[in-house]
Structure formats: structure tokens, C-alpha cells
């Protein structure tokens, strides 16, 4: 094993609990964070703008809400978790007025101070606590009692002491409950990008999408078709989640896998490989970033357009209609059905 790996024995929470942490955003990571930590004996207040639509739900929480000049102000841990597209507005106008030296700014994700977008001043400490999986999950976990692996990386340590707070911030959030490992922000940039383009989220989707379109084009009932492609997905990865491919090649039928080895290399062929390579490349370059934040500053023409376009594919509509018949229906309480948008 090269990786280093953190738990919770070595990590000190109460560097953590002497100090007063602000976290800005209370959206899928914001209130994971936010709760966690508090329900960790940690001094949170959420930063927030006047007229944010999270305010209420962060007071009903139990939580003390600043607007981000207040809550930045108030605390020495500043934690960044706004959409990585509005992070550096947040952070020129409401941030680094109140940055004093020794405090610690905790991002997320690496993205801004990867790409340059955020440049912290050298007083300052500046820590990534990446968890990895949606922030839904990340709170789900902890009041399970479990946590989500973290991946933890310091860019600049002023104070000497920054690797022990991101530890125990980890700690505070129940990552070191699963296990986090030691990466660096470029690492954890690059790959996460990575990994939500080409694999997880990119990649599955426009599979589900293409497959759905061949059986339904091809005459198949959509229902089946959606159970086929979509719905019976979540099984087949959890097995690869509690014991890679090979547990999940172990379970389903030799018919199954003797498919899964001749006709998998006919669908992901070299040029796909060849096309995640050229994905890899915009990122590490900083093409996807730019394209990514100069459409942002054009009011997200692009993003929106396709948000809608996606939200049209016929697979939704089945799929909306097809769970809301059955029990295995589960849904997070702020999720509304039928809206891409939080
Ligand atoms: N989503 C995830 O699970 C993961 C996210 N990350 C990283 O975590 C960070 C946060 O992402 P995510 O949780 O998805 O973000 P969200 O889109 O869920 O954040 C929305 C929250 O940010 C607030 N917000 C938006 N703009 C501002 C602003 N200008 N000032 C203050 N608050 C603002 C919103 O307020 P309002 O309600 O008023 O709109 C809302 O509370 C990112 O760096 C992301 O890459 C990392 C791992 C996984
Ligand atoms: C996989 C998407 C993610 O990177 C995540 C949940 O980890 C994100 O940015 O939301
Ligand atoms: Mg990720
Ligand atoms: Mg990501």
C-alpha cells in the first residue's frame, strides 16, 4: 500500500473544538459539514447571503446563520462550500476581507486554488477535505454512525500545524471513521474532475441513456428497459462497491459474464480510452476549468441549455412514473422529483 492512510486514532479533534469554524453554503456538502461537525461538539456557525433560500432550513437545524463577511469575521476556520463556480467572487468580496493571519481556509474540492481562481494569502492555512461521496451521504453516514472515506491535502501550511487540523476536521465530518488518505490539491482536482466526467456521472449517465435508446428504439417496452439499464444498475454497483468487478462478476450468471467479457471491449473500445485520454487532457491543461467558468460568467448559457435538454430524455419521464408505483422508492426529503436543479 503507497497511499497514507488516516483513522480516527490519529487524528486530535480537539484541535478542532478550540476553534470557531465557519462553513459558507449549506447545500449538499455545506449542512453534511455543518452538522457533522456541530454534532461533534465543534463551534459552527453557516454563512449565508440575506435572502438565501438555505437560511431557514440552517436555523431549523439548529444552527446559527451569518450572512459570509459575519460568519467569516467570527470564526478562524473558514470553510468554502458554495458552488465551485461562485467561489471566487465569494471569496474576493466576502472572504479575504477577514482572513487574519493563522487562520485556515478549508475547501471541499481543489478546483479554485488548482486553477487558480482563489490565491489565499501566505499567512494563511489552506486545507482540502474531500469526501467522497454526494453530501447527502456524507450526513446519512454519520448519524448511521459510520462515515465516508475522506481524501485530505494541505497547499500551504503557515502555521505549521495545518496537516493536524485537516485530520481532525476529517475526524469532525466522520471521515477518519472510515479511513482518509494524504493527496495533494492538484491530485484530488484532476482525478475528481476526472473521475465525475469519464466515469461516474458522464460516462454512466450517457451509457443508461444510449442503452435505454437501443432497447426502446429496437421496440422494448420502456418499462423494461428502464429496469434493464437503469434501475438494476445500483445492484450490480453495489456489489463492485463491497468487493470490486470481481464480486460482482462472481454473483451473476456465467451466461452474464461470459457477455460482460466479449461484448463489454465491443461497447468501451480503445477510442473510448482514447477519448478519456483527450478528457484528462482538458483538465490537467485547465481547458475544462476555463470553458467551465467563462460560460458561468456568460450566465450559463451552455449549462442551462443542456441541463434542460438532459432533463427532456425520455428515460426520466419513465422512470418518474415506474417508481413512483413501487416500494423500493426512496428519495432524499429536498429532493423534488423532475428537477435537475437543488
Ligand atoms: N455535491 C457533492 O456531493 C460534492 C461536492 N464537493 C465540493 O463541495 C463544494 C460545494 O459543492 P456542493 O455542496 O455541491 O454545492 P451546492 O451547489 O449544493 O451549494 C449550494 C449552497 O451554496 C450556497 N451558495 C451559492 N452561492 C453562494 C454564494 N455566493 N455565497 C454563499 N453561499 C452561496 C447556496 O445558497 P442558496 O441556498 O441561497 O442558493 C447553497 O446553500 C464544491 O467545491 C464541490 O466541488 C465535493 C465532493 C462532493
Ligand atoms: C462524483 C461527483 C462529485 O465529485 C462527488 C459527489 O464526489 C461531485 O462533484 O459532486
Ligand atoms: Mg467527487
Ligand atoms: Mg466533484
Redesign the pocket.
Known amino acids: 500500500m503507497t497511499a497514507e492512510l488516516y483513522y480516527d486514532d490519529d487524528a486530535d479533534l480537539s484541535i478542532l473544538q478550540g476553534r470557531k469554524v465557519a462553513v459558507?453554503?449549506?447545500?449538499?456538502?455545506?449542512h453534511a459539514h455543518a452538522l457533522n461537525l456541530r454534532d461533534s461538539g465543534i463551534d459552527v456557525r453557516v454563512?449565508?447571503?440575506e435572502g438565501?433560500?438555505?437560511r431557514a432550513k440552517a436555523e431549523e437545524q439548529g444552527l446559527k446563520v451569518l450572512t459570509?463577511r459575519q460568519a467569516a469575521e467570527e470564526a478562524d476556520v473558514v470553510v468554502i462550500?458554495?458552488?465551485?463556480q461562485?467561489?471566487r467572487?465569494?471569496y474576493a468580496d466576502?472572504i479575504a476581507p477577514a482572513l487574519k493571519a493563522g487562520d485556515a481556509l478549508v475547501?471541499?474540492?481543489g478546483?479554485n486554488i488548482r486553477f487558480g481562481y482563489i490565491q489565499p494569502p501566505a499567512g494563511v492555512d489552506v486545507i482540502l477535505v474531500?469526501?467522497k461521496?454526494?453530501?447527502h451521504t456524507v450526513r446519512r453516514e454519520f448519524v448511521a454512525g459510520r462515515g465516508i472515506p475522506d481524501i485530505i491535502a494541505v497547499e500551504q501550511d503557515a502555521t505549521g500545524k495545518a496537516w493536524d487540523l485537516a485530520k481532525a476536521y476529517a475526524k469532525g465530518i466522520g471521515g477518519t471513521r472510515a479511513g482518509v488518505i494524504k493527496t495533494t490539491f492538484t491530485e484530488e482536482t484532476e482525478t475528481d474532475l476526472f473521475g465525475e466526467q469519464a466515469v461516474l456521472c458522464g460516462g454512466v449517465s450517457h451509457l443508461v441513456q444510449a442503452g435505454f435508446e437501443t432497447l426502446t428504439e429496437a421496440g422494448y417496452q420502456p418499462e423494461i428497459a428502464y429496469f434493464e439499464v437503469l434501475h438494476e444498475l445500483k445492484l450490480i454497483v453495489d456489489l463492485m462497491w463491497e468487493g470490486g468487478i470481481a464480486k460482482q462478476r462472481w454473483s451473476i450468471s456465467d451466461t452474464a459474464e461470459y457477455g460482460d467479457y466479449v461484448s463489454g471491449p465491443r461497447v468501451i473500445t480503445p477510442a473510448v480510452k482514447e477519448s478519456m485520454k483527450e478528457i484528462l487532457a482538458d483538465i490537467q491543461s485547465g481547458a475544462f476549468a476555463k470553458r467551465f467558468i467563462d460560460d458561468q460568467e456568460n450566465g450559463a448559457k451552455e449549462f442551462l441549455a443542456l441541463r434542460e435538454k438532459e432533463a427532456q430524455h425520455p428515460i426520466e419521464a419513465t422512470g418518474r412514473e415506474l417508481r413512483s408505483h413501487f416500494s423500493w422508492k426512496q428519495q432524499d426529503a429536498d429532493y423534488t422529483e423532475g428537477s435537475a436543479a437543488?
Open positions: 459558507i453554503g449549506y447545500g449538499s456538502q455545506g454563512g449565508l447571503q438565501s433560500k438555505s459570509p462550500l458554495a458552488p465551485d461562485a467561489q467572487h465569494l466576502e475547501f471541499g474540492h478546483f474531500a469526501p461521496a454526494p453530501g437543488r
